[in-house]
């Protein structure tokens, strides 16, 4: 609830941060240019965006061309072979692989948290108080530093090398977050709503998805998307829980890739584009409601 | 701590059960708060990840303490929190609030700075570690010997090029909760400063900064506590080197128990790395003011 106390809202707003109009429509900036900022902006760009020119350009080199040629040029003879070396080498496994952990891993976050996230603002037991005091505390600890308990449970279970490893502490490690967001939006949901579907007779359960959920569902959207970025980007767990290439994940195989080709730096950037090309693909879709959720469910 | 604002409905009802929680409950408890007391059990232990755990008294914890690695893991780990924060926060603060303001230029640049926060860390590493690379690299690209070094394998400048990428990576993410948090200042704020004649300078100390105030703190506790994160990264980018110069504590904590077989010294890492995160996000939750401290850690 940070900067959003300062704001006069009135008690009946129904407050939908996600979509709520700015407040601001005029920056600072609009008596004069700024030329400083505008400078700092366009340099930041320039960060941002030299790395992903060289790779995207290296990775259409072949291997003389990157050799000989200058590596901030274009290449003279466009190729695609570096992208067919990385497809015959499993991609479409690695793929499917990043796919089930993180749909499968999401999914039961999202439930989970959404439950808990209802129970807590809705209830007032002393246990609800203290579960989230607990996640609370999660967001405090280095999580990863549980790695070798976790690596220890694992094999006890029998679950070593399979994608269940990965998707199961990834749920418990998406907990805490997920529930602390989508509990600050559920407390702008208006009482008053509840209370007159109570009158109607309606249990908390279906309070909970017929109107808790429509009436957070950005927040969910915008979870649901930071949860998946981290699992599927997410190394460490595939690298101490996994081994084969059966359950190889992408950012996994993009370091195996690495040792594999070594000196063909264009084949191993060229994997670098394609593991990147399904999110690229996701953000422009979705680009509006990813950036305005993100921004709003982190700065409330 | 995050128990709703006092409002008429918690005496009127009874709340929904503890149990929409408890699934939730269970899965952080297995995965996370059990991991937690085992890896304070398995400190007192040793075990090489395969055979059997034997307690073993103090001697991990005697072997880490006398071990000079962990000092400088420390020290390691320190450095790059500090150059970290100094760089990425005035950095993303002043992103944000340039990204915040109306300009349609300013939204379309916000739109690309996002794109680093779609790769993963072992993408990250291995552009820059191509990027990097003093022959085939961006210094020989523009034919600027000063940035043809061997970035990677130079003790000295090690460290620096791990910081920069990972405020390349991470810088991003602020940057959208600066947004966030700048989009939420009242634009009457800023309309009575220009009559009352404050130039832009004026309006960012005494307006935009103190009305960020909590903005700054959740931005800075995930930067700071996420620094003991940083773990894929580094893994890909430096493997911990040259020598121990980029050895941070969570790739110690892992090389010493997946590399060396230590688990019972891992183990003893892992603790340290818990206490410290706790310490600094109790810290910072104190910097903060006491009055809104739980809902104030990450992103409240």
């Known amino acids: 609830m940070a900067s959003i106390t300062q704001l006069p809202v009135p008690p009946s707003a129904p407050a939908r941060p996600a979509v709520r109009p700015r407040p601001r429509t005029k920056g600072p900036g609009r008596t004069r240019p700024n030329f400083l900022g505008g400078l700092g902006g366009w340099l930041w760009l320039a960060i941002i965006i030299v790395p992903v020119y060289y790779v995207v350009v290296t990775s259409l080199k072949n291997q003389a061309g990157f050799f000989t040629s200058n590596p901030m040029m274009p290449p003279s003879e466009p190729t695609l072979d570096n992208y067919k070396l990385v497809v015959e080498n499993d991609f479409a496994r690695y793929f499917a692989n990043s796919l089930i952990v993180t749909v499968g891993s999401v999914v039961p976050a999202l439930l989970v948290s959404f439950m808990a996230a209802y129970a807590i603002v809705r209830g007032r037991s002393r246990f609800l108080s203290w579960t989230n005091n607990l996640f609370l505390l999660g967001l405090a600890i280095p999580l990863h530093a549980t790695i070798i308990p ?17 998707i199961l502490p990834s749920i418990a490690f998406a ?27 309606c249990s908390d359960w279906a309070m909970m998805w017929r109107l808790a959920l429509p009436m957070t569902r950005p927040a969910v959207v915008t979870v649901g998307i ?29 370091w195996t890739f690495q040792g594999e080709f070594s000196v063909n730096i264009p084949a191993v950037l060229a994997a670098v584009v394609l593991a990147t090309l399904p999110l690229l693909v996701v953000y422009v879709i979705a680009r509006r409601q990813l950036l305005s959720g993100l921004t709003a469910g982190f700065s409330k | 701590m995050s128990t709703t604002s006092g409002s008429s409905r918690q005496a009127l009802q009874p709340g929904p059960s503890g149990w929409l929680a408890a699934p939730a409950l269970a899965f952080f408890l297995l995965f996370a708060i059990i991991p937690l007391i085992g890896v304070l059990f398995l400190s007192f232990t040793s075990w090489d990840g395969l055979g059997e755990i034997k307690l073993d008294g103090l001697s991990s914890w005697t072997t880490v303490l006398t071990d000079p690695v962990t000092g400088n893991a420390l020290l390691v780990t320190a450095k790059i929190m500090f150059f970290s924060f100094i760089i990425q926060a005035p950095i993303s603060l002043l992103l944000g609030v340039f990204t915040a303001a109306g300009q349609k230029y300013r939204a379309a640049l916000a739109v690309l700075y996002f794109v680093p926060l779609l790769l993963s860390s072992a993408a990250v590493a291995i552009a820059f570690k191509a990027l990097l690379d003093p022959n085939f690299g961006l210094g020989a690209g523009l034919g600027l010997p000063i940035l043809a070094q061997d970035w990677l394998g130079n003790s000295d400048l090690v460290l620096f090029v791990v910081v920069f990428v990972i405020a390349w990576q991470f810088v991003p993410f602020h940057t959208l909760i600066y947004q966030g948090g700048v989009r939420q200042i009242p634009a009457s704020l ?35 506590v996420g620094s003991l994160a940083y773990f894929d990264l580094v893994f890909v980018l430096t493997g911990g080197g040259p020598g121990y110069a980029t050895r941070l504590l969570p790739l110690h904590m892992y090389l010493t128990g997946f590399k060396a077989n230590d688990m019972g010294a891992a183990s003893a890492l892992g603790v340290i790395l818990v206490a410290i995160g706790l310490a600094l996000a109790l810290l910072l939750q104190r910097l903060g003011g006491k009055n809104r401290n739980a809902s104030q850690l990450e992103g409240a």
Do not use: C
């Open chain 1, 226 to 254: 930071y949860n998946a970025l981290g699992v599927w980007n997410g190394f460490l767990f595939p690298l101490i829980l996994t081994q084969s290439p059966e359950t190889r994940v992408l950012p996994l195989s993009l």
């Open chain 1, 150 to 166: 976790i690596y220890w449970m694992i094999t006890r279970a029998h679950l070593y090398d399979t994608l269940l490893a990965l």
């Open chain 1, 175 to 201: 907990i805490p977050i997920s529930v602390l967001i989508l509990s600050n939006f559920m407390r702008d949901v208006p009482n008053e709503l509840f209370e007159s579907m109570r009158l109607d007779g």
């Open chain 2, 190 to 224: 800023y309309e009575a400063a220009q009559i009352d004649g404050a130039g832009r300078v004026q309006q960012f100390f005494n307006i935009t900064l103190p009305q960020l105030k909590y903005t700054i703190i959740t931005s800075s506790t995930l930067m700071v």
